[in-house]
């Protein structure tokens, strides 16, 4: 199933249902799906939408950046999955008459269990798109190797394998030092109540053979 129109309640029900599972419309890094996406959609979501807001601010802090976002873009209809039906399912199980639900003369005791089963995990999937907002911040590192002669892609890629619950890599690029040393200055969103730098810094110095020191460059609010 496609979005639908973006600009409407049932297109931006759809987007946040799919964004329920997902950090980006496709893959596990911002590229031009989102981009496509984020143009379609043309202004920051309303809160009861938390999932697309999320995504949709996330993607916004990059700016200009966005449009070096790897990919190609395609038509808005290519994008989009049959995830993005849980939504719908569950307004329209709410909706439906219990008596209309059970009340089917054919005593089939073994039916009953079973859609009232799919309307509960419909409902419950509904319950949890609507959660209250989860606070959120965007925070930049910097890493520094121990000299010029640092793998500093090798470095990046090992920054990346961390992974937890509640934190999500973002844009790096590499910074100019001195003496022909470059820092790797890379960005993350994390879930405040999940993650914190403490954790980031104590992580990333478990490579102490390519880092020498990580800093917090800047932390901010979401």
């Given at each position: 199933m496609v979005f639908g129109d973006l600009n409407s309640d049932c297109?931006?029900?759809?987007?946040?249902?799919?964004?329920?599972?997902?950090s980006y419309?496709?893959?596990?890094?911002?590229?031009?799906?989102?981009?496509?996406?984020y143009e379609a959609v043309n202004k920051k979501?309303?809160?009861?939408?938390?999932?697309?807001?999320?995504w949709y601010t996330h993607i916004e802090s990059f700016g200009d950046e966005r449009q070096s976002f790897p990919g190609q873009k395609?038509?808005?209809?290519?994008?989009?999955?049959?995830?993005?039906?849980?939504?719908?399912?569950a307004s329209k199980?709410?909706?439906?008459?219990?008596?209309?639900l059970f009340g089917s003369d054919s005593g089939d005791e073994e039916?009953?269990?079973?859609?009232?089963?799919?309307?509960?995990?419909?409902?419950?999937?509904?319950?949890?798109?609507?959660?209250a907002p989860v606070a959120r911040s965007t925070i930049?590192?910097?890493?520094?190797?121990?000299?010029?002669?640092?793998?500093?892609?090798e470095l990046e890629r090992c920054v990346r394998t961390i992974t937890t619950d509640g934190l999500l890599w973002g844009s790096s690029k590499l910074v100019p030092l001195a003496y022909g040393i470059r820092k790797l200055q890379i960005g993350c969103v994390v879930e405040d109540d999940k993650v914190g730098t403490d954790f980031?810094?104590?992580?990333i110095l478990k490579f102490e053979d390519l880092i020498q020191s990580v800093d917090v460059a800047s932390f901010q609010k979401l």
């Open positions: 297109g931006l029900s759809n987007l946040d249902a799919y964004l329920l599972t997902r419309v496709e893959g596990y890094q911002p590229s031009q799906a989102d981009v496509v996406i979501p309303s809160a009861k939408y938390e999932n697309a807001l999320r395609k038509s808005i209809d290519q994008y989009g999955s049959s995830t993005s039906e849980v939504s719908t399912k199980v709410e909706e439906d008459d219990d008596d209309d039916q009953t269990e079973r859609l009232r089963q799919e309307r509960q995990a419909a409902l419950d999937a509904q319950r949890s798109a609507k959660a930049v590192l910097d890493v520094k190797p121990w000299d010029d002669e640092t793998d500093m892609a980031l810094e104590e992580e």
